[in-house]
């Protein structure tokens, strides 16, 4: 029964590119937003980063949940209702369900319909015993689950791939709060992080040789323009990532190839020759830094999973105990 399933839809706000646009240009520095780097073009230039030999975050992570699959699903405990943040190529989430003890319910939850259509329905075929009811919402905020027909014992929110990384720390704060009310209070989440390790990994990952990481980020540009009209010039501007110690992060700018001027939406924005527009961050994490990030969202770590060079972690949080009631 594919392409019938009942899909739960809470109306998220459709995006305002055009808005976040204009802001990010009148900004100094000036800045594109990251979300929109996934259109149909950007997720298949995604997937083809991800078997760039110079990107190894989703490989180790699919080989740290197949080796820690039976200790991951020992932690999680049986009856899950899965819940995952955004919707990959499936291989990660196929790992998951297959060792997690009887899950119950798999709810993808996105803000694009067809990407939410599309890996519902492969999950299904798949999975025959495992209800499917994804949820077209945006998952920065708190999401209400449709309630599996068999009972769950638990939610287990599952995000993978260190997307986290590509929010701000005061978005990641606000996120994982949101994903604390979505888990209720028996529930916990599964997350992905990449590690803090040698810079020039790092800067190898984002700088891949073939220059499929260039094409994405230019993919930018071209998405823009056709979706808002903007002159943006793919010959204007170049891919550049490098790694800022000091924040443990990969920041991605694309940088003015000339003095030009960009219009949108009829207004003009001027670039000097060499100018660096921000379009991306990617946090690299030390367990201190995730665990004060955690914290702060009322959550707490409490397993965790590396792979034996400690380049990328799976961590399982729990919501903090209530305080104790303070003494008369
Ligand atoms: C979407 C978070 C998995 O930041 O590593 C990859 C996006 N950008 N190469 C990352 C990305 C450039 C990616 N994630």
Not at 90 to 110: C, Q
Not at 125 to 151: K, N, Y
Not at 153 to 166: Q, Y
């Amino acid at each position: 029964m594919s392409g019938d399933l009942p899909i739960t839809d809470l109306h998220p706000t459709p995006d305002d590119i055009a808005g976040d646009v204009l802001r990010g240009l009148a900004a100094t520095p000036k800045r594109l937003p990251s979300k929109y780097f996934y259109d149909r073009r950007g997720s298949e230039l995604f997937e083809a980063i991800t078997r760039q030999p110079e990107y190894y975050p989703t490989r180790i992570e699919l080989a740290l949940l197949e080796a820690r699959g039976t200790q991951v699903a020992a932690a999680v405990g049986p009856r899950a209702h899965v819940v995952e943040y955004g919707s990959g190529s499936g291989r990660k989430t196929r790992l998951l369900l297959d060792a997690l003890d009887d899950p119950v319910a798999y709810t993808p939850i996105e803000i694009s319909r067809s990407a939410l259509t599309a890996s519902a329905d492969r999950l299904d075929r798949e999975f025959g015993d495992v209800e499917v009811l994804p949820v077209l919402a945006d998952f920065t905020c708190p999401v209400p689950l449709p309630a599996p027909s068999r009972a769950a014992g638990h939610v287990l929110v599952f995000f993978p791939g260190s997307t986290l990384g590509n929010f701000t720390r005061e978005e990641s704060v606000r996120l994982l709060a949101a994903m604390r009310d979505t888990m209720g209070e028996r529930g916990s989440a599964l997350i992905g992080i990449d590690l803090e390790k040698d810079p020039a990994v790092i800067e190898a990952a984002y700088n891949d040789a073939a220059g499929v990481t260039a094409a994405f980020t230019l993919n930018l540009l071209a998405r823009l323009n056709r979706d808002i009209g903007s002159d943006l010039a793919l010959d204007g501007f170049a891919h550049r990532a490098r790694y800022v110690r000091d924040e443990g992060r990969i920041v991605t700018t694309l940088e003015s190839l000339r003095q030009q001027v960009v219009t949108v939406d009829g207004r003009r924005f001027a670039f000097a020759a060499g100018e660096q527009m921000h379009v991306e961050q990617s946090q690299k994490y030390s367990d201190a830094r995730f665990e004060a990030l955690v914290r702060d969202a009322g959550l707490h770590v409490v397993e965790r999973w590396n792979d034996p060079l400690d380049w990328f972690g799976l961590r399982l949080l729990r919501r903090d105990p209530p305080p104790a009631n303070p003494p008369p």
